[in-house]
Each structure stands twice: as structure tokens, then as C-alpha cells.
């Protein structure tokens, strides 16, 4: 599967939750979907270095002939993202495409990302 494949409902579909996770954590989600050129971290990583703000940017990579995942977050998204957050959503999209459900465990990863990068509300008392 690459990202020509998806059908113009699924893409809405995914777009949508793209713009939702966007708003709810106010970073930058990027998708991309397709064959990985060499090393897939290496290809992650240099695609989410060519974003438009790569520091305020999460970037999911998905090689489905490969069944590889990636997800580079960059540096302000980490303040508020751990790297065991990324694996739970990655698990969470590895367990959708196995069920046959690729675009349902994207925007179910994505969803999950962004849920974990909102940062908290605090309240502050005065002394």
C-alpha cells in the first residue's frame, strides 16, 4: 500500500484527524506513506528535517511492504512526548494494520500522539 492507494474517503478521513490532533496539541502532524529510500529511521529522519518546522513537528512513516513504522518528533514535541508515548501509539497502529484496519490505526496512532503531546494544564497558587 502507498499513499496513492488510499481511496479520497480515507485520505478525508485521515486529513481530518490530522487537523484534529493539530488542534488539540498544537504541533504539526505529517503522514507519509510508501517505500522508505535505504534505512527507514535514516529516511524517517530526513524527511521530518525538511518539514516547515521540524522542531514543532511529529512525522509518522509507514513502509507497508516493509511493515516498518516510524515516528520522529522533533525537539519541542519531546518536552511534552516520551519515547515510550510513541511506541504505545506505534503498538496501537501495528495491532490496527494487523486487523486489516491501515487507515483506522493511523488516525488511531495519530490520535493517541497527540492525546500524549497536549501540554498540561497547571495551576498555579499564589503564596
Same mark, same amino acid.
Given at each position: 500500500?502507498?499513499?496513492?492507494?488510499?481511496?479520497?474517503?480515507?485520505?478525508?478521513?485521515?486529513?481530518?484527524?490530522?487537523?484534529?490532533?493539530?488542534?488539540?496539541?498544537?504541533?504539526?502532524?505529517?503522514?507519509?506513506?510508501?517505500?522508505?529510500?535505504?534505512?527507514?529511521?535514516?529516511?524517517?529522519? /530526513?524527511? *521530518?528535517? =525538511?518539514?516547515?518546522?521540524?522542531?514543532?513537528?511529529? %512525522?509518522? @512513516?509507514?513502509?507497508?511492504? #516493509?511493515?516498518?513504522?516510524?515516528?520522529?518528533?522533533?525537539?519541542?514535541? /519531546?518536552? *511534552?512526548? =516520551?519515547?515510550?508515548?510513541?511506541?504505545?501509539?506505534? %503498538?496501537? @497502529?501495528?495491532?490496527?494494520? #494487523?486487523?486489516?484496519?491501515?487507515?483506522?490505526?493511523?488516525?488511531?496512532?495519530?490520535?493517541?500522539?497527540?492525546?500524549?503531546?497536549?501540554?498540561?494544564?497547571? %495551576?498555579?497558587?499564589?503564596?
Amino acid at each position: 500500500m502507498a499513499a496513492g492507494d488510499l481511496s479520497s474517503r480515507e485520505r478525508a478521513g485521515l486529513d481530518k484527524a490530522i487537523r484534529a490532533a493539530e488542534q488539540s496539541c498544537r504541533f504539526e502532524f505529517s503522514v507519509f506513506i510508501g517505500s522508505a529510500d535505504g534505512d527507514a529511521r535514516v529516511y524517517a529522519q /530526513r524527511l *521530518h528535517t =525538511s518539514l516547515v518546522a521540524p522542531t514543532h513537528s511529529v %512525522l509518522v @512513516m509507514v513502509d507497508p511492504a #516493509a511493515r516498518v513504522i516510524e515516528v520522529v518528533t522533533g525537539a519541542e514535541v /519531546r518536552r *511534552h512526548l =516520551s519515547d515510550r508515548e510513541v511506541e504505545l501509539a506505534i %503498538l496501537a @497502529m501495528q495491532t490496527d494494520f #494487523a486487523g486489516d484496519d491501515f487507515v483506522g490505526g493511523l488516525k488511531r496512532g495519530i490520535s493517541m500522539l497527540a492525546e500524549h503531546a497536549r501540554p498540561q494544564n497547571t %495551576l498555579h497558587a499564589g503564596v
